[in-house]
């Protein structure tokens, strides 16, 4: 137990912002994704399909999310993911967002993403609890 919650402030839950970004259409796994950190306590905004880069920037910053999740299985993820990159630091909330990929990323691609700042890459059939571990342990603590 921290020392806030001793005093009887809650911690502030983790938010997360699950996002489809371009023009894929499939939003299986985002949805199971988000169930999944609803579950597990976190709070979990969806974006709805087909949303801009900038539409995913805009949301994040005005959620003021802790964990942007960016679900793409089109390949354009080493267009997209730049762009929502590069917004999220043009309003300084790039260094206070845990950003993830999920989806089918080639390995070759993957580290280009985490040289770029995604955090982590998760692919398909990643057991839902190891996401959820992950979050936990890398989400910006804020009050």
Known sequence: MSADTERGQQQRNIRCL????????????????ARA??????????????????????AAVQEDVDVLGISILSGAHNTLVPKIIDGLKEYDAFEDTLILVGGIIPDEDRSQLKEMGV????????PMQETIEFVRENAPHRD
């Open 18 to 33: 699950i996002a489809k970004v371009g023009l894929d259409g499939h939003d299986r796994g985002a949805h199971v994704i």
């Open 37 to 58: 950190f609803r579950d597990a306590g976190f709070e979990v905004v969806y974006s709805g399909l087909h949303r801009a880069p900038d539409e995913i920037v805009q």
């Open 119 to 126: 955090s982590e890459v998760f692919g398909p059939g990643t």
